[in-house]
């Protein structure tokens, strides 16, 4: 059982190594996060909900592009991609965090 407890660690730890390293560390979406964050300081409410957003959003965001990478990779979830399948990911990405910076911009 411990060995099998050592797995399931790594394991984590691996897949949260390879979520954080495919997200920058701090884009325009976590810059105006951040802004507003310092804009309701000491607001527990909006602090909680802006955690929210920010955990939503990457979720959001990464479930999006999945899914429109799988769409022009013919529906296929494979190791290896099509050109147009890396072209549509990171149009995506690109699309998605201009809508998200534009929309917080708002605030």
């Avoid at 979406?29 to 929210?52: C, F, H, P, S």
Wanted: with cysteine.
């Amino acid at each position: 059982m411990h060995t099998h407890m050592h797995v399931l660690i790594a394991s984590v730890v691996l897949s949260f190594s390879s979520v954080a390293a495919a997200q920058p560390i701090e884009d325009e979406v976590d810059l105006q996060i951040n802004r507003l964050e310092a804009k309701y300081t000491g607001n527990k409410t909006m602090i909680l909900t802006l955690a929210k957003l920010r955990r939503d959003w990457r979720e959001y965001q990464s479930t999006q592009c999945f899914f429109e990478k799988t769409v022009a990779n013919g529906g296929a979830v494979v190791k290896g991609t099509s050109a147009s399948a890396g072209n549509a990911h990171r149009a995506c990405l690109a699309r998605t965090k201009a809508e998200m910076k534009a929309s917080l911009e708002k605030f």
